[in-house]
């Protein structure tokens, strides 16, 4: 299991950081090791967030954007530690790997419907330790999709038609998963100043749920390192602003990523 990726992603890490990854790239997923706290130093400036993905590219480019276009520009600056292995991981698998990287820290995950079985299981776990959730029905395409319009109807956990109208929506998305889902170069720049939208267009998806009385007013928003207390598998889902009632895999369309930036203090009108 390789964590990180490739080259560039290694430029912001710090000495120690650069040994624990060599030594994870040698190993397998029981040689990783935790790493260490940042300095106190770090600790009290700078927010570092551990985040599991499902994906290898999309999400881990998508989260490398963030950190490079907001990381010190936020209030409260942050760094994202995407967390990923080469060949992807299904959505249990990615929290028991952000558990597994990062015990003591704050984690999240990003994971899809898709066609996966395991995600019942997957929100289980992320409740018993209070990883943050950031669930997109039926994939992550539709939080890069709503940068640049509303979307709105059932998809059944097809994200055929999702990802083709992210090819007509910027030139820069054209040959999205053509063969590469990167998210580098024109399509990073092409999803400038549109997080607002995005955040608009991932809101009203929330008020506009059919299943429960559903609103994204009543998100839970995690403001920092803190752990929040154990609630119920049901009560960590509705952290999404969906009612406690709606049952994560009815929530078609949606997507929570909203919540990450919210919580990292991207798109609000002061910043
Ligand atoms: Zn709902």
Do not use: M, N, Q, Y
């Given at each position: 299991m390789s964590e990180w990726g490739g080259e560039q992603r290694e430029q912001k890490l710090s000495k120690a950081e650069k040994r624990r990854l060599r030594k994870s790239r040698k190993g397998e997923e029981r040689s990783l090791e935790p790493p260490a706290l940042p300095p106190p130093a770090e600790s009290k400036a700078r927010r570092v967030l551990y985040v599991g993905c499902e994906g290898e590219t999309t999400e881990p480019d998508y989260l490398n954007y963030l950190n490079d276009r907001f990381g010190d520009a936020v209030k409260q600056p942050f760094r994202i530690q995407p967390v990923y292995t080469d060949n992807?991981?299904?959505?249990?698998?990615?929290?028991a790997a952000v558990r597994k990287y990062a015990p003591d820290d704050e984690t999240w995950v990003l994971f899809d419907r898709d066609k996966h079985h395991d995600i019942p299981q997957a929100l289980r776990e992320a409740a018993e330790d209070g990883t943050e959730v950031c669930f997109s029905h039926p994939s992550f395409d539709l939080w890069l999709l709503l940068h640049f319009t509303a979307f709105g109807g059932s998809q059944s956990g097809d994200s055929g038609h999702v990802t083709n109208k992210l090819r007509q929506a910027d030139p820069a998305y054209r040959r999205f998963a053509r063969p590469s889902k990167n998210v580098q170069g024109d399509r990073r720049t092409a999803l400038d100043d549109k997080e607002c939208a995005a955040i608009t267009h991932a809101r009203s998806l929330v008020n506009q749920c059919e299943y429960g009385d559903c609103k994204a007013d009543r998100r839970?928003?995690?403001?920092?390192?803190?752990?929040?207390?154990?609630?119920?598998?049901?009560?960590?889902?509705?952290?999404?602003?969906?009612?406690a009632h709606c049952q994560a895999l009815n929530r078609d369309p949606s997507t929570d990523v909203w919540r990450l930036l919210v919580s990292l203090g991207i798109g609000k009108p002061h910043h």
């Open positions: 992807g991981l299904i959505p249990s698998r990615a929290v839970k928003v995690r403001e920092s390192r803190d752990k929040p207390p154990f609630r119920s598998t049901d009560d960590w889902s509705a952290r999404s602003g969906h009612s």
